[in-house]
């Protein structure tokens, strides 16, 4: 899509002979020819930092409809919601080759509308499972519901790598997407209801189990949001904090991963593709392992829901900002298959958070979690929007452009850490008093809810 190779920095220069380990590798790719052989050669001249640009452009859309979609979410239903957000996907997928090459403002306020769609997404999905899991399966559907993240990194990542070095070019990689977002809207239509007591596909027993354990209604959310008491929640600040670092991260990995690898490793852009696919591969597969297995751990009692995604962010923060770490100091291109070992570890390891934080904040307030969403979202986008403009930030200072690598890893790896250890201290994931509506506490104390397996073939609850 960009001709990077007709943006070879006058400052890579300096970074070769600053940098021992780039001094070491002299990277092929450091020449435009092997770098159009590799695969680099676009027909967009943007600048480096025009190109970060654009990566934050989708957040400055976000943080508009960041303040509202949650609430919305909750009080009206999301399935709506999400129909005109991927509508927004699609349409700007579609136009988006006509668009870069007409005008690079366009395609920029292109990206804006995107982010627009993209700050509905999280809020609702989270507004749609606290509708349809109880608390014992909340980690398998935190696990479930983020996957589409990675199914994107990992598949959008290989197959636009292969479809931009083919006949077809990067144009074919929007048309594709933009189709695949058509599709969704016709099966999200058909299959998804805001609430199980709506919903035609599933049976009357299940429905029934789930409107109880789940204190589902089909009815608006009249309930009055306690902002002060939410807003000032030590367990919901935590989870927002470690959402902030856990976006921060993986903005990193997923927007310049490639970019990282491609400099630091001198790697083609067929092998770009598989190196940046172990990363987000990995956390796919193993987020759908330790979602269930965490809620094995809770439905077993052998921790507390608090201590389980205490235990699961801490695995989370540490072993990712080892994966991170290693990924930079231990890995050049004399060396880059290491890098595929350093990147399934921070995937497998980063992908528990799942089932730490975001977990604690589908459980904390089943009521809001639309608007718990839209509260920590706002941040994590913080950290979204941060990256490529610390980035852009020291590509124009010359003399910290060796090193620019080394100081936004460093970065992140310290917020996360912290946010691990905040965590661990004010985490939970038990439902917090200013989230329960006293009527339904005193039901709730009242009735023992029966222990049903939604997966048998014969439901029974009639006492």
């Keep these: 899509m960009v001709n990077s190779t007709a943006y070879q920095s006058h400052n890579l220069t300096e970074e070769t002979s600053s940098s021992s380990s780039i001094a070491k590798c002299q990277s092929a790719l450091d020449d435009p020819e092997s770098s159009i052989n590799a695969g680099y050669d676009g027909d967009l001249l943007w600048s480096p930092a025009q190109q970060t640009l654009l990566f934050s452009a989708s957040v400055y859309g976000s943080f508009i ?24 996907f699609v349409f700007v997928s579609l136009l988006t080759p006509l668009v870069a090459n007409y005008s690079y403002k366009m395609f920029f306020v292109m990206r804006i509308l995107m982010g627009l769609g993209d700050g509905f997404m999280f809020p609702c999905s989270g507004s749609l499972a606290g509708r349809w899991f109880p608390s014992t399966e909340k980690s398998t559907a935190a696990a479930l519901y983020t996957s589409g993240r990675q199914i994107a990194a990992s598949l959008a990542s290989l197959i636009a790598s292969n479809l931009c070095a083919s006949s077809l070019k990067w144009p074919s990689v929007f048309y594709l997407f933009g189709t695949l977002g058509f599709l969704f809207l016709i099966i999200w239509f058909i299959f998804v209801s805001n609430h199980p ?40 600040l935590s989870a927002v ?103 399934f570890v921070f995937g497998t390891t980063f992908s528990a958070g799942i089932c730490g934080f975001f977990t604690s904040l589908l459980s904390i307030a089943p009521m809001y979690s639309g608007t718990c969403f839209s509260f920590s979202m706002f941040f994590a986008y913080l950290g979204h929007f941060l990256v490529p403009n610390i980035l852009t930030a020291i590509i124009k200072m010359d003399f910290y452009v060796a090193y620019k690598w080394h100081m936004i890893i460093l970065f992140c790896v310290v917020l996360h850490l912290s946010s691990g250890l905040i965590f661990l201290f004010y985490g939970s994931a038990e439902v917090q008093e200013w989230a329960k509506p006293a009527q339904q506490q005193e039901k709730l104390e009242e009735k023992e809810i029966p222990n049903v397996d939604i997966y048998g073939s014969a439901l029974s609850l009639s006492a």
């Design 241 to 343: 904090f470690c959402n902030f670092t856990f976006i921060l991260q993986a903005t990193m990995m997923q927007n310049f991963l490639p970019m990282f690898l491609k400099e630091n490793l001198g790697l083609p852009l067929h092998s770009n593709g598989i190196y940046t696919m172990m990363a987000f591969g990995s956390q796919l597969l193993f987020k759908n392992v330790s979602g269930p297995a965490g809620d094995y751990i809770k439905r077993k009692k052998i921790m507390t829901d608090t201590n389980c995604v205490k235990m699961f962010q801490t695995i989370a923060s540490i072993g990712s900002s080892f994966g991170m770490l290693a990924l930079l100091f231990l890995t050049d291109c004399q060396n880059p298959r290491m890098a595929l070992v350093y990147l």
């Design 65 to 88: 409809t960041l303040f509202f979609s949650g609430y919305l979410a909750d009080k009206f239903g999301p399935k709506f919601l999400v129909m005109g957000a991927t509508s927004i």
């Design 197 to 236: 007591s709506s919903n035609k596909f599933i049976c009357e027993a299940e429905r029934q189990y789930l409107m109880a354990n789940c204190n589902t209604t089909n009815k608006k959310n009249t309930n009055k949001v306690p902002w002060r008491k939410m807003l000032t929640s030590p367990p919901l």
